[in-house]
């Protein structure tokens, strides 16, 4: 039985973003995989990695002190939840053009070193090869803003690093699920239409679960395309402006 991962970044027990993932939630049973599922907030989830976690003071080196310990306990559940999922759908709305700092945290926490990654086992060796990873994502701005040349910054630029936090880890992404101008200021006849099209959002759920496999995946150069140095190598295909 496949296994599915969901988890929730989102403060309101009411919000959208939750019954979004709840939706991925029901898909994912209904479509035969086991499912565990992280609501960061409600889970009161420290996002702050740091020394006192750990029982130590003094000079901290997180990747250290994950690698000698493990991590702490809360992270070491959260990364065996990871290590059990062959899919994650994270869902988070954007907040000042970047994803909460709990999602943010809880990579730094949950990823942890010399578990799902280290110097060796990353990007093409990458601990979570295999798995799949599926973005679902609210924007207060328009399509038009977080669109090309939009306003509001391209929204693919501004899920790369979460995308690639998890392709370092080895995980293929899955092109992204994002709603747009989703906020709590629309009314009357522009309020009902919102309503309208997340209870659409929250209904089609299943069909973007199920269409998984053949769902087109996000590019990014493999480790041939680098030479010894780290550099991309003179002709090497330039998937995104961040490595080129």
């Avoid at 702050?48 to 559940?77: I, N």
């Avoid at 090869?129 to 679902?136: H, V």
């Avoid at 693919?156 to 690093?161: A, F, G, M, S």
């Avoid at 991309?232 to 330039?238: D, F, M, W, Y």
Wanted: glycine share 10%; hydrophobic share 45%; with cysteine.
């Amino acid at each position: 039985m496949p296994s599915a991962l969901i988890v929730t970044a989102h403060p309101g027990p009411t919000s959208f973003a939750r019954a979004w993932a709840q939706a991925s939630r029901d898909a994912c049973a209904e479509l035969g995989y086991s499912v565990e599922i992280s609501d960061l907030y409600a889970m009161g989830f420290d996002p702050a990695e740091r020394a006192a976690l750990y029982g130590r003071d003094g000079p901290f080196d997180p990747l250290v002190a994950q690698e000698d310990l493990g991590g702490a306990p809360d992270a070491q559940a959260e990364a065996a939840k990871i290590e059990a999922a062959d899919l994650l759908v994270l869902h988070f709305p954007i907040w000042w053009f970047a994803p909460p700092a709990m999602l943010k945290g809880w990579l730094d926490r949950a990823l942890i070193h010399g578990r799902l990654h280290d110097v060796e086992k990353r990007f093409d060796s990458g601990v979570c090869r295999g798995k799949t990873a599926l973005l679902c994502v609210t924007t207060g701005a328009s399509e038009a803003e977080v669109g090309p040349r939009g306003k509001e910054g391209r929204l693919d630029l501004q899920l790369w690093p979460v995308a690639y936090t998890l392709r370092y880890c080895g995980f293929d992404i899955a092109r992204p699920v994002a709603l747009h101008d989703v906020h709590g200021y629309w009314d009357g006849a522009e309020k009902d239409a919102l309503e309208a099209r997340l209870s659409a959002a929250l209904a089609g759920q299943r069909d973007v679960i199920a269409g998984l496999p053949v769902r087109p995946r996000w590019r990014f150069n493999a480790d041939a395309d680098f030479d010894e140095t780290g550099r991309l190598k003179p002709g090497a295909p330039v998937y995104w402006p961040f490595v080129s």
